[in-house]
């Protein structure tokens, strides 16, 4: 080793800054005015070779935090699409012991459209550090958003009670203790795996959610799932299947049960200037059919509706004044044994408004929710006798309404809890998921205590809290015509915040207190956040395709309509699906859709067309077109009704063979192939084949 002395190094720093450095800035700068060379230029990051470490700049890192320390790449188990450099809309984050029971729905996924991916919290935890497994999970979501721009959907399948850890919770701070004694200063919440643009936990504490930790506005839509085993697991998935693909077809589907129950004694007045006044009715509060008949006005009146009420008393003047004192008991609708047989009959679109039993089991306020309750005294007692549950745990364990499942906003404190503590008995709403004779397809309900935030304004309706959130959530599953559950909720979130800031005029330091935080974190989703719910009774769908397979182009067009109408079906979604195969549109006005594919169109390249309230159209043998209920007499296999133009099923040839399809003959190529199963589908004989190819070589015309 040696050393320069100092005086030579000061010259050598003294040439450099005085002649090499303004060389090389003008080289810079003439490869850069060359367009050889980006300088401040962000790029979209490029995932890197698996095993690699992503070399971008991942902001600042706290200790475990960092994100930069571990490797990004592909840990998928299953993956729709085999090219990775397709992105991934829809992931699956489960278990190993479930990566078989999750594998239907992601095909499924994948067959309609939306290009899917499972993977696994063990592998989750191998690659990537974090102060907890959740942070674990969500670092490694972070990285996904980035490599998978149209990363949309996230499905969490397991639970996560702490004796039966499969997909861990989050803890999230509210700082709501103050509001009441059922509400702590934090809640369990799925919103933690929502928002991907903060870590949520800045200082590397054990809090997480504080001030100027949370990423408000989500990126994707959460569900979850809360399966405690592989058998729950793949009964779950089948449910969900069934549901969009092969539904109990009846009137349940265009129907929607709404439920509002009093809060407070609807006979005892109280002045109607103290908040949340116990022990007293207040107008502007304490009956839950104001919520129930703000949401009604979003619901459609092509739906049945059926309302049940504890005190069913008619609005007056503006905004609408529900006027107590004048309840009895032989009005009251709403009871266990009105609401439990009607739930059963089947519904799809439940909401409710009430109070729920809150009980705190030996622990620190270990509070959990047995049922939602509604009053049943005699307008004038107030204690708990007074109150009774209409819909409970055991209720939701008994479900007996099968495939004819409803999507449920339960406005109440508690139901919606999956995370149970040790020791803590799991009595909540969490019981549908493990009934194999009934249940949902989707609940909105809180994980913990909630603020209802009912206002006393008698100029102009508001409210601050859950009981908006509710109102809202309807506004927006039914307003832009969405019509799934996941959506609907996160962007009511979005909405909530807006709507605090812009219409009640609140300050940001307002926005971050205790009661917007627990509105926003406590109410959650289990099920599957993309479903499409019914809404009415499904029609049929034709499609038209192009001719393609023969042609080795990478462009398709499709045009859809409805069945019996003949009329373009707009905003279908067709999706072309393969083994080297992806492309998904949905359909104009016109009912056309342009896929443009990520390679050649092959022979066998398959499609689907789904549709919001019809029958999907699939793939039969990756050979065309299917109607749900239309059958291949010679394979069973559904087909759709041939007409000319259309996409039908091939293997209906007289040479039909199963699944392999039709034998190729000796000495047959792949397009004399083609012809004869369209000479054979079309009833030509012989001598019109004969003159068709003579037409064809004459006109210089190849078959496509």
């Not at 490869?31 to 991942?58: C, H, V, Y």
């Not at 994707?220 to 779950?236: E, L």
């Not at 209720?395 to 404190?413: E, F, I, K, R, V």
């Not at 020791?423 to 009934?438: D, H, L, R, S």
Request: net charge negative; proline share 5%; with cysteine.
């Amino acid at each position: 080793m040696w050393v320069l002395p100092w005086e030579t190094v000061l010259r050598l720093e003294v040439f450099m800054m005085s002649k090499v450095l303004p060389v090389f800035v003008t080289m810079l700068m003439v490869l850069s005015s060359m367009g050889l060379m980006a300088i401040g230029k962000a790029e979209a990051p490029q995932a890197p070779a698996p095993g690699q470490t992503a070399s971008r700049d991942t902001g600042p890192t706290y200790g475990t935090h960092s994100r930069l320390s571990r490797a990004y790449h592909d840990l998928s188990k299953w993956r729709g699409v085999k090219d990775t450099n397709v992105s991934v809309t829809y992931l699956i984050v489960t278990v190993d012991a479930f990566v078989n029971s999750a594998m239907p729905l992601a095909q499924w996924k994948y067959e309609k459209g939306l290009s899917s991916a499972i993977v696994t919290v063990e592998d989750i935890y191998k690659a990537y550090g974090g102060q907890d497994n959740a942070d674990r999970i969500h670092n490694y979501l972070r990285d996904f958003r980035d490599y998978n721009p149209t990363f949309k959907w996230l499905l969490l399948l397991g639970d996560s009670d702490d004796a039966n850890v499969k997909v861990p919770a989050r803890h999230l701070w509210t700082g709501a203790s103050y509001i009441d004694w059922y509400i702590q200063d934090s809640t369990v919440s799925d919103f933690y795996y929502a928002g991907l643009d903060s870590n949520w936990n800045l200082n590397g504490d054990n809090t997480w959610g504080k001030s100027g930790e949370v990423d408000w506005t989500p990126d994707v839509y959460v569900g979850r799932i809360p399966a405690q085993s592989d058998t729950m697991a793949t009964m779950d998935i089948q449910r969900t299947l069934n549901y969009e693909k092969n539904p109990t077809v009846g009137n349940w589907m265009r129907s929607a049960l709404l439920a509002g129950a009093l809060y407070d004694v609807p006979n005892l007045i109280g002045d109607n200037t103290t908040r949340d006044k116990e022990g007293h009715y207040e107008w502007w509060q304490d009956n839950g059919k104001a919520a129930i008949d703000v949401a009604n006005q979003s619901i459609p009146s092509s739906m049945n509706k059926k309302t049940m009420f504890d005190y069913n008393v008619t609005a007056e003047g503006w905004p609408p004044h529900y006027w107590g004192g004048n309840y009895t008991p032989a009005k009251d609708e709403l009871s266990q044994a009105t609401f439990v047989p009607e739930f059963n009959k089947g519904y799809s679109i439940i909401a409710s408004a009430s109070h729920a039993w809150v009980w705190s089991p030996p622990g620190p306020a270990n509070y959990i929710s047995r049922g939602i309750i509604d009053y049943n005294g005699d307008g004038l007692q107030n204690n708990p006798v007074q109150y009774h549950e209409f819909y409970y745990y055991t209720d939701a364990q008994a479900a007996s309404n099968g495939n004819m499942l409803p999507l449920w906003y339960a406005g109440a404190c508690l139901v919606g809890n999956w995370s149970q503590a040790a020791g803590v008995p799991e009595e909540t709403f969490e019981k549908f998921w493990q009934n194999p004779n009934g249940g949902v397809i989707g609940l909105v309900a809180a994980a913990h205590g909630d603020y209802r935030g009912n206002m006393n304004n008698w100029y102009v309706p508001a409210g601050d809290g859950d009981t908006w959130l509710l109102e809202d959530y309807f506004r927006q599953f039914f307003g832009p015509g969405d019509y799934r559950p996941g959506s609907s909720l996160y962007l009511s979130k979005i909405a909530y915040r807006n709507y605090l800031k812009n219409d009640l005029l609140y300050s940001n330091a307002v926005l971050d207190e205790g009661f917007v935080r627990d509105s926003l974190f406590v109410y959650c989703l289990q099920g599957d956040p993309e479903v499409p719910v019914w809404t009415a009774l499904p029609r049929d769908l034709t499609a038209t395709v192009q001719s393609w397979a023969y042609t080795g182009q990478s462009t398709v067009n499709v045009t859809v309509h409805d069945a019996v109408s003949g009329l373009p079906v707009q905003n279908a979604t067709v999706s072309l699906w393969g083994p080297t195969v992806f492309a998904a549109a949905q359909t104009d006005s016109l009912g056309k859709a342009v896929l443009t594919t990520n390679g050649k169109v092959a022979e066998h390249v398959n499609v689907t067309v789904t549709a919001h309230n019809y029958n999907y159209l699939g793939q039969h043998h990756g050979r065309g077109l299917e109607r749900r209920r239309d059958r291949c007499q010679l394979c069973g296999g559904q087909v759709l009704p041939w007409r000319p133009g259309h996409w039908r099923d091939r293997d209906r040839d007289a040479d039909h063979s199963g699944p392999a399809g039709p034998r190729q003959r000796a000495g047959e190529g792949h397009l004399e192939r083609a012809r004869r199963r369209e000479d054979h589908m079309r009833g030509r004989g012989p001598r019109e084949q004969g003159d068709r190819a003579q037409q064809e070589e004459q006109q210089g015309l190849q078959h496509g």
